[in-house]
């Protein structure tokens, strides 16, 4: 059985601005599970980059251990790669990121890889603010291991196994919200019109963006019991306001009324578009962020879209004065400077 893609492809293929086509974005055939939501994401992931006519040999991906840190052998397939420890992606990333800030850096992780071992790496890269793509293909279940129950699994909910979740769950996005990341937002894997705009403006943002896609495990965690499965989140989804995201525009206002679209400019020109909803409020305000989730979660809903966006976050680069040039083209004249230039530091210091 051959496990590669073939070669061709129409001659007329559609081509973004380098001149590229989608395939120069793909990867590897998947080997997941028939249906799998992650495969979803990762061609959510391939449509967008290509979209945003980004060279695919600026793009880093990093993942941990789980179903999800699999797929990145399935997109990108001639960018940058490294396959790290369970939970450990977030160093990894964070290494990365400080030898060389010119890459773009995609960190694609499972609930069980960044809410159970990975969380306090999850903690710290998120407060950090490192600037970088934070995926977490949430399905509520180890799929691996045979599905036992994750830490995201919702209290209550019952996966194939039957057994109600005994135990709190974790949401990932009012924990990013409320340690710092700049953008937050969770989508479905059965909504791409939603998730391509989602990962668009995740990448574009400066800072961390962090996004959660609920994913719903066909194997272990698909049961109409489940808050995780299709048919529970096609029927409890509730998404904050339509949305698209528009690149490298001029700089609009952002003043309006309920009711009416709201331009959000990014740090790169870029714009988000959010259509406000009568009923829902800026979400650039951490606490209404945080309220909207609540309640959301009382009327047993998922709330879907940007959750939380700060357009002006600054990333781990710009909190800590780190020199503009990569440390990976730093030469010895730079890093060594002599006795005296260090004396005269240690003297700034006292």
Do not use: W
Not at 90 to 100: D, F, I, K, L, Y
Not at 129 to 147: A, H, R
């Amino acid at each position: 059985m051959s496990y590669k893609k073939p070669g061709f492809r129409h001659p007329e293929a559609q081509k973004n601005r380098l001149g590229y086509t989608r395939k120069a974005y793909e990867g590897g055939i998947s080997t997941l599970c028939a249906g799998c939501g992650h495969d979803s994401i990762g061609s959510a992931i391939i449509q967008s980059f290509f979209e945003m006519s980004i060279e695919p040999h600026r793009v880093v991906k990093l993942s941990g251990i789980g179903c999800s840190s699999k797929t990145p052998a399935y997109f990108l397939g001639k960018s940058h790669g490294f396959n790290s420890v369970h939970g450990r992606m977030p160093s990894v990333a964070t290494g990365a990121n400080m030898a060389n800030s010119e890459l773009i850096y995609l960190g694609v992780s499972g609930d069980g890889d960044t809410a159970s071992i990975g969380m306090g790496q999850f903690a710290h890269v998120v407060r950090r603010n490192l600037n970088m793509i934070y995926i977490v293909m949430n399905n509520g279940c180890y799929g691996l291991t045979k599905g036992q129950d994750s830490a995201t699994a919702d209290k209550g909910s019952k996966s194939k196994k039957g057994a109600p979740v005994s135990l709190e769950s974790i949401d990932l996005c009012e924990l990013a919200v409320q340690l710092g990341a700049g953008f937050v937002a969770r989508g479905f894997s059965g909504d791409k019109k939603q998730l391509i705009p989602i990962i668009k403006a995740a990448i574009a943002h400066k800072g961390l963006a962090f996004v959660d896609v609920v994913s719903p495990c066909v194997t272990f965690n698909n049961a109409p019991t489940s808050t995780k499965s299709y048919s529970y989140v096609r029927d409890h989804m509730e998404a904050t306001g339509t949305f698209d995201f528009i690149p490298l525009m001029q700089e609009i206002t952002t003043d309006y009324d309920h009711g009416t679209t709201v331009p959000v400019t990014l740090h790169d020109g870029s714009i988000v578009k959010l259509k406000k909803r009568e009923d829902k409020e800026v979400i650039s305000s951490r606490k209404l962020a945080i309220s909207a989730m609540e309640q959301a979660k009382e009327e047993d809903s998922i709330l879907t879209g940007i959750l939380y966006l700060d357009p002006e976050s600054e990333d781990t680069h710009e909190i800590l004065g780190t020199t503009q040039t990569p440390l990976n083209t730093l030469g010895e004249r730079e890093l060594c400077p002599g006795n005296k230039v260090l004396q005269e530091f240690n003297r700034s210091l006292r």
